[in-house]
Structures are given as C-alpha cells and as structure tokens.
C-alpha cells in the first residue's frame, strides 16, 4: 500500500511564501518519484511541479523561479516551497506518485488528499 498525506496549506497574502510537505509511506520502502498538482474551483488539473527520487525536478512554466521542489529520503518527505505566491496559485494543491518510476516499478496511481492554498491580493 502507499499512503500520501500532505501539509502546510493556508491562507496567505500575496508575495508571501508557504512550504507544502508530502510525507510518503509504503511497502516495501522506496523513494518513490512524486508529482505536485494543483485544482482550482473551475478550472482543469493541472502538473505543478514533479520530483523524482532522486530530487530531480521539473515544473510548470506558470511557477518556474517562484516554486522549488525538494525532497528528504530520511523523512520520507518532499517538499514544495512557494515563494512569491499570487491570487492565481489559489488552488486545492495534491501529491501524487509519478509513474512509470524504475525504481519502484511495482506503485501504481495514488493521490493524497490534498491541501488548500489560498492568496489573498
């Protein structure tokens, strides 16, 4: 099984910053490669940010310079930082596994439930 929970949602004003956490579990353990995405009440899902297990990263053009993914295998943890957040990252944010991953061939699928982000201006 593999369990996705993330944190570090909140309001916050423009400009301001926050720090999403994902924390991962499964059996047997492994760095899996993640995905942040992002859906706001209306709008379509959308890819935010992807990290693999490695720390690789990539991300969407709308957060590049702003938003740093970055992981701690110790912890079984990744993390997005937001920096410079505006009204229009105002979005339910969700991890979610990266497939295909070499190193974990064996996950499938999982999304977290969520953390809601909110920029006020």
């Known amino acids: 099984q593999v369990q996705l929970v993330e944190s570090g949602g909140g309001p916050v004003q423009a400009g301001g910053s926050l720090r999403l956490s994902c924390e991962y579990s499964g059996s047997p353990s492994c760095d899996y490669d993640l995905a942040w995405f992002r859906q706001a009440p209306g709008k379509e899902r959308e890819l935010v940010s992807g990290?693999?297990?490695?720390?690789?990263?990539v991300y969407a053009d709308s957060v590049k310079g702003r938003f740093t993914a970055s992981r701690d295998n110790a912890k079984n943890m990744v993390y997005l930082q937001m920096n410079d957040l505006k009204p229009e990252d105002t979005a339910m944010y969700y991890c979610?596994?990266?497939?295909?991953?070499?190193?974990?061939?064996?996950?499938?699928?999982?999304w977290g439930r969520g953390t809601q982000v909110t920029v006020s201006s």
């Open positions: 979610k596994t990266d497939i295909p991953m070499p190193r974990c061939p064996w996950v499938g699928v999982h």
């Open positions: 990290i693999d297990g490695e720390g690789k990263t």
